[in-house]
């Protein structure tokens, strides 16, 4: 899976997921840190590639409808260290099948995972 890190997620986990197989790219790395969230949203959907961010200005599910983008995972924590971020996207890359989340809206606590998908048209 291609995937963008938002800029308040620890750039260990990039690590982490290309370890894992996936190719992990953060919003530091690509020198857009500290910009507006439309320059992140744009530049993970030029690059096809699902975003991973604890940002609550990518948490409506209607702005942000499954279907039209390539999937956003939205981790919200009680206690988001940096230890428990990571401790917890690769808890989630390991034990579900993050490869169905493309094109969905995923919102991820200590205890749930919420799939949002786009309606099916059959």
């Known amino acids: 899976m291609n995937i963008k890190l938002d800029e308040n997620l620890p750039s260990l986990l990039a690590l982490r997921l290309a370890a894992m197989g996936h190719d992990a790219q953060t919003v530091v790395e690509e020198g857009i840190a ?3 969230d439309p320059v992140v949203w744009e530049a993970a959907q030029r690059e096809a590639r699902f975003l991973i961010t604890q940002d609550m200005h990518f948490s409506d599910a209607r702005r942000f409808a499954p279907g039209t983008h390539e999937g ?9 260290s940096w230890r428990a971020l990571v401790a917890r996207v690769e808890e ?12 969905c809206f995923v919102v991820a606590t200590e205890r749930k995972v919420r799939v949002l998908r786009a309606p099916r048209l059959d």
């Open 34 to 36: 500290g910009e507006a």
């Open 72 to 80: 956003i995972l939205l981790v919200r924590l009680h206690a988001p």
């Open 92 to 103: 989630l890359f390991t034990e579900q099948d993050v490869a169905d989340w493309v094109g």
